[in-house]
């Protein structure tokens, strides 16, 4: 018996499946806009689903629009849709937030990962639409988090704001400030986001007193662990290791 776990982003889609010893086999990234086209839905989940994969699947989801579209297509076709905050996390970890409506469902599958696989106090850095922080207590406390601006959202955004900045591709390397305007923003980019994390990381140990194991994920994890002045580690599945570790306890 196989396993389907997905974890629905407002820029892209992730769908992992899971052999029987819940390890990886193949995971699939897709534009999540693709996905609220029937057609395209349709044909792509007709080539995911093999008679191996278990009839309920699970899924964090931050795009409700598109889970909705594929529970009801799931469901038509004789599959049970989860979304994690449709179970009782609860019972695999606490949150010190006011409302648990207001985290998102990834951050809150990154906590469950990182406290599971790390098992030490650990800070998360998701580079994602949003660049995220969260903050999770060991032994399986939420205790929050911080929410800045994505690097590409503010990248498109200069550029739709402005007459002459152009959209650009961000490097990771620059040996000095820019001499053409693509180079100025790569500069401004790199070093300002630069700035931004190791702030964040100071004032967010500083505060709690605690030394966290620094976990980088998203697609600019690679970009700026070099930058980082904190030990850190990427780790591209810990959103997906969360959910499934939500499927194992509350689901099967």
Not at 173 to 190: R, V
Not at 207 to 216: A, E, G, T, V
Not at 220 to 225: E, P, T, W
């Amino acid at each position: 018996m196989k396993y389907l776990i997905g974890d629905i982003g407002n820029t892209s889609t992730k769908l992992s499946i899971f052999n029987s010893k819940f390890k990886i086999v193949k995971s699939y990234h897709i534009d999540t806009i693709k996905l609220n086209n029937k057609i395209f839905l349709s044909n792509y989940f007709k080539k995911t689903i093999k008679k191996d994969i278990n009839k309920k699947i699970l899924f964090s989801s931050v795009v409700p629009k598109t889970y909705k579209k594929i529970k009801r297509y799931l469901k038509k076709n004789n599959i049970i849709c989860y979304e994690i905050k449709d179970l009782r996390i609860k019972k695999i970890i606490k949150t010190r937030v006011k409302k648990i409506s207001q985290v998102g469902s990834d951050r809150l599958s990154n906590a469950i990962g990182s406290n599971v696989f790390y098992k030490k106090n650990s800070l998360i850095i998701d580079f994602g639409t949003a660049t995220t922080f969260d903050v999770v207590k060991y032994p399986g406390i939420y205790d929050g988090g911080v929410i800045a601006p994505g690097i590409n959202l503010s990248i498109m955004n200069l550029n739709k704001s402005t007459a002459l900045l152009p959209v650009f591709k961000l490097k990771k390397m620059i040996k000095t400030y820019g001499k053409n305007t693509k180079q100025a923003l790569n500069a401004g980019f790199l070093w300002g986001y630069q700035g931004l994390i190791n702030n964040i990381i100071k004032k967010i140990s500083e505060k709690s007193k605690i030394n966290y194991r620094i976990i980088l994920t998203g697609g600019y994890a690679s970009h700026f662990k070099k930058y980082i002045l904190k030990k850190s580690i990427i780790d591209q599945n810990i959103t997906i290791k969360g959910v499934m570790e939500i499927y194992k306890r509350l689901i099967l």
